[in-house]
């Protein structure tokens, strides 16, 4: 049952986060659809790159040495999470300060990866991870082809219930 959930909790939180935290750059940036084209773009290379980490790291190291590769980058997570809590998500005031004359779509880009890229990053990875590792414990590919389902049940509940159930009860700021 663990193991179910943290497959399903982070390709959950993926989607969830890309909405939000595109939806909350939106007026600070012009409200423009290249904002949400970049900020999205920007979630799914990041995406991308989580997979190829899982992927090489499968490839590269020990497999006694992976869940210990994979912890640091956790806890590196953890305290950027942590940082963004203590001084708030994205603040809009230090937004104008930090990026006057620079162009509107690398002040966003270098905004998310100030912000949120780490955690999402760690989030991304985690499911590959798990399920790789899961592979390799036991002889049922039917069992790991399950928690793909599941990871992609996850998502989809997070795009879904983002416009259909959060959206509707919760204002900005309490999703975030």
């Not at 997570?77 to 990026?99: F, K, M, T, Y």
């Not at 162009?103 to 999402?120: D, E, G, I, N």
Request: positive net charge.
């Amino acid at each position: 049952m663990l193991l179910r959930s943290v497959i399903f909790l982070p390709a959950f939180l993926l989607f969830q986060m890309q909405l939000i935290v595109a939806k909350h750059l939106l007026p600070w940036f012009g409200g423009t659809p290249a904002v949400w084209t970049t900020s999205q773009m920007f979630f799914q290379v990041l995406l991308l790159r989580g997979y190829a980490y899982a992927h090489r790291l499968g490839k590269v190291s020990r497999v006694s040495m992976q869940p210990r590769i994979h912890v640091a980058l956790l806890l590196s997570s953890s305290v950027a999470v942590l940082a963004l809590l203590l001084w708030g998500p994205i603040a809009g005031a230090r937004l104008d300060e930090a990026h006057q004359g620079q162009q509107p779509r690398l002040a966003l880009l270098t905004t998310l990866a100030a912000t949120v890229a780490v955690p999402f990053f760690a989030l991304s990875t985690t499911g590959p991870l798990l399920q790789r590792w899961q592979s390799h414990q036991q002889a049922s590919v039917q069992k790991t082809h399950r928690l793909y389902g599941l990871s992609n049940a996850g998502s989809l509940l997070g795009l879904g219930s983002s416009p259909l159930g959060f959206k509707r009860w919760l204002h900005l700021a309490n999703q975030a």
